[in-house]
């Protein structure tokens, strides 16, 4: 069964950092684009990053300088580096990614069950 895992949340101080991670299990034929998007109470999910399997990269200008998105190919796995968090970065972080499974020949959106990050002092 395909699956996305996240690790990597947890209570921060603001001005502090987290290194979130996601692995991908299971059948994988392929994975293109992986990412991380964020969803706050109250507010609608919001994309953080995205990154390529050349390695591309895209963020919002809004993070832009402070989040930093990496993917280990051989480990299908994505990586968010935050730094110099606030606590408007408080959310549930969520990881995606297009898999093509074995046996298919569309890619899909797969989706990660969430992990909580917390900025405060």
């Known amino acids: 069964q395909l699956q996305l895992v996240e690790s990597g949340g947890g209570l921060v101080q603001p001005g502090g950092s987290l290194r979130l991670s996601c692995a991908a299990s299971g059948s994988i034929r392929s994975i293109n684009v992986m990412g991380w998007y964020r969803q706050a109470p109250g507010k609608p999910r919001e994309l953080v990053a995205t990154?390529?399997?050349?390695?591309?990269?895209n963020y919002p200008d809004s993070l832009k300088g402070r989040f930093t998105i990496s993917r280990d190919n051989a480990k299908n796995t994505v990586y968010l580096q935050t730094n110099s968090l606030k606590p408007e970065d408080t959310a549930v972080y969520y990881c995606n990614a297009g898999i093509l499974p074995h046996g298919s020949i569309t890619y899909k959106p797969y989706w990660g069950q969430g992990t909580q990050v917390t900025v405060s002092s």
């Open positions: 990154i390529s399997s050349d390695g591309t990269t």
